[in-house]
C-alpha cells in the first residue's frame, strides 16, 4: 500500500524566515512524488514532482523539494517565506498498479500561515 | 487562471433535486477525473475516466453518476443528494500516456450545498 504522512497540520513562520513542511512517504515500489498547492476557494495547483530524474526538485514560487528514500522523506522547502505563501499544502503520491492509469493518494494537508 | 474549466462555481440544492456540474479542457488530456474534498480535508477520488471510458469507481453511491460526453467535457449528475454530500467539487485532468507520473491540472471547484 502507498501513502504519505504530513507532519503538522499548521505551521506559522515569520516573512521571511525558512519554509520546511513535512512529508513522509510509504510506497512498496518506487513512487512518483508530487507537492501541491490550495490557496482559499480555489483548486490545487503543482508546485512540483518527483519522477526519478533528480532527487533535488526546484518548482514554482522558490519552492523545491528533495527526495532521500534512505529517509521516505520529501519535505517541502522555501528559503524565504512571502505572505502570499499562506495557503493549504498537499504532498501526494502516484503509483501504478499494472496499468497505464495510477490513483494519487494526498496526505492530510498542511495549512502554512505567515506572519508579517 | 486554471485551464480546466469547472461550473458552476456554486450550488445550492435540495435533496429531491437534480443537478448537475460540468467541467471542461481544451489541454488535449485524456484522463479526467473527480474529486471530492471536504473543509480542511484532502481531496478524495471518486472517478477517473480514461478516453472517455469510466476506468475507476471508488465505490461512490449512486445518486452520483458520472459522464464523459467526449474528450474535453466530464459531468457529474446529481440526484438525491444528503447533506453530507456538501462539499467542493474539483475536477482534473492529465496528459495521455504514463497518467501515473503526469501531475493533475485542477479546476477551480464547485462548491455544493445540500440542503
Known amino acids: 500500500a502507498q501513502s504519505v504522512t504530513q507532519l503538522g497540520s499548521h505551521v506559522s513562520v515569520s516573512e521571511g524566515a525558512l519554509v520546511l513542511l513535512r512529508c513522509n512517504y510509504s510506497s512498496s515500489v518506487p513512487p512518483y512524488l508530487f507537492w501541491y498547492v490550495q490557496y482559499p476557494n480555489q483548486g490545487l495547483q503543482l508546485l512540483l514532482k518527483y519522477t526519478s530524474a533528480a532527487t533535488l526538485v526546484k518548482g514554482i514560487n522558490g519552492f523545491e523539494a528533495e527526495f532521500k528514500k534512505s529517509e521516505t522523506s520529501f519535505h517541502l522547502t522555501k528559503p524565504s517565506a512571502h505572505m502570499s505563501d499562506a495557503a493549504e499544502y498537499f504532498c501526494a503520491v502516484s503509483v501504478s498498479r499494472g496499468s497505464t492509469l495510477g490513483r494519487l493518494y494526498f496526505g492530510r494537508g498542511t495549512q502554512l500561515t505567515v506572519w508579517p | 487562471d486554471t485551464e480546466v474549466t469547472q461550473t458552476p462555481k456554486h450550488l445550492v440544492m435540495g435533496m429531491t433535486n437534480k443537478k448537475s456540474l460540468k467541467c471542461e479542457q481544451h489541454m488535449g488530456h485524456r484522463a479526467m477525473y473527480w474529486y471530492k474534498q471536504k473543509a480542511k480535508k484532502p481531496p478524495e477520488l471518486m472517478f477517473v475516466y480514461s478516453y472517455e471510458k469510466l476506468s475507476i469507481n471508488e465505490s461512490v453511491p449512486s445518486r452520483f453518476s458520472p459522464e464523459c460526453p467526449n474528450s474535453s467535457l466530464l459531468n457529474l449528475h446529481l440526484h438525491a443528494l444528503q447533506p453530507e454530500d456538501s462539499a467542493l467539487y474539483l475536477c482534473?485532468?492529465?496528459?495521455?500516456?504514463?497518467?501515473?507520473?503526469?501531475?493533475?491540472?485542477f479546476g477551480n471547484g464547485t462548491r455544493l450545498t445540500v440542503t
Open positions: 482534473a485532468s492529465s496528459p495521455p500516456g504514463t497518467e501515473e507520473n503526469s501531475p493533475l491540472h
